[in-house]
């Protein structure tokens, strides 16, 4: 098997008396080291990157509090699903005491259920959501993410918002000429977050006209291609592009700035995640507004089950909805308040 991205953190060495903390119910079958496996469906995603990034913050912070030795194993599957199946038997070979998995097909997690649970070694996924009925296939499954539906609804307020201040509709015929850049096909976030944003807009009054769409999978480079099209297409027509993340709004953003077209004729354009680049271009006001998705919050939950199920600590405190899902809230964030989240 490739693997195309390993590391290995190793954050201490632990003395064997130490234990997981007061709440303990049962000891670690490690010597007393945590060992926790990651795999995330592709590390080049900005989003994915910066919670990977605040759980190895996480994890060092929980050693140096515990003195615990705490090792972070962390995969790329690179959006192989066969590539990710193998990593977390490999995970579990290698006596990981938890693992955490983003999955690359969120509709394809029998075999990693299956493997996990032949070796009795908990699941915590994140971010790619399971359907519920596969989330109940054993009871030491976690999700920990967002709630998808809160993201599009606040990014349609804040689109709003910006159609009464400003001057969008510029060819003044009550409507709003818009394109849509979308998430993978399938995500939950993808699908949700666009229905929501329009339909939060349609509520509010606001009369809209889709010109076009396209899907962009995330993805800043494709989103500039899929934008350059559309810009050829639609030219000075269109008022307002939404991205159903940042790394689109910014891929529509290099788009625009490789147009050529006068920045004063540009659509606006609005994102969500408040990754460093997009909090960025919100500061500088190429982009509208995005909406907060928030990558440390989740790192947090993510590490803080994934510690106490290594320990067989309660995980009583967690804010665990139905025993399995923890959904950290999303916030808008606008040129006025964009400097908190930077
Ligand atoms: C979304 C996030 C996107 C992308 C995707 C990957 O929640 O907004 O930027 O990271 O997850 O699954």
């Not at 926790?36 to 996480?58: A, H, K, M, R, W």
């Not at 994102?271 to 997009?278: A, K, N, R, V």
Request: glycine share 8%; proline share 2%; with cysteine.
């Amino acid at each position: 098997m490739r693997k195309s991205f390993l590391v290995l953190l190793i954050l201490g060495i632990m003395t064997a008396s130490s234990g997981c903390g007061v709440n303990d119910i049962s000891e670690p079958e490690t010597d007393g080291e945590i060992k926790i496996g990651v795999t995330v469906y592709d590390q080049y995603d900005t989003f994915i990157s910066s919670i990977l990034e605040d759980l190895n913050e996480d994890v060092l912070k929980a050693r140096n509090e515990t003195g615990r030795g705490i090792v972070l194993e962390t995969y790329n599957s690179a959006q192989s699903q066969a590539t990710q199946d193998d990593q977390v038997e490999e995970m579990i070979k290698d006596g990981c005491d938890v693992i955490c998995v983003n999955l690359v097909d969120r509709t394809a997690p029998s075999n990693i259920i299956d493997t996990a649970r032949n070796a009795d070694v908990p699941i915590v996924f994140f971010n790619r959501e399971l359907v519920d009925e596969d989330m109940h296939r054993w009871d030491k499954l976690y999700y920990v993410g967002a709630d998808a539906f809160l993201s599009g609804i606040m990014q349609g307020e804040l689109a709003v918002d910006v159609i009464r201040e400003k001057n969008v509709d510029k060819n003044g015929d009550g409507e709003i000429q818009y394109v849509m850049l979308e998430g993978e096909a399938g995500h939950q976030d993808a699908i949700v977050r666009s229905e929501n944003c329009v339909n939060r807009m349609l509520e509010l009054g606001v009369k809209l006209d889709k010109l076009g769409y396209a899907i962009a999978n995330w993805n800043r480079a494709q989103a500039a291609t899929q934008m350059e099209k559309m810009i050829k297409n639609y030219g000075p027509e269109i008022e307002f592009v939404f991205a159903n993340n940042d790394d689109m709004a910014l891929g529509a953003i290099d788009a625009y700035n490789a147009s050529g077209m006068n920045r004063g004729s540009w659509p606006y354009i609005i994102g969500i995640d408040g990754t460093d680049p997009g909090l960025s271009a919100v500061k500088d006001g190429t982009m509208a507004a995005t909406v907060y998705n928030d990558a440390k919050g989740q790192a947090e939950a993510i590490f803080q089950l994934a510690y106490r199920l290594s320990c067989g600590e309660s995980l009583s405190g967690l804010e665990l909805q139905g025993d399995k899902y923890i959904r950290l809230p999303y916030q808008k964030i606008t040129q006025e308040n964009v400097d908190k989240f930077r």
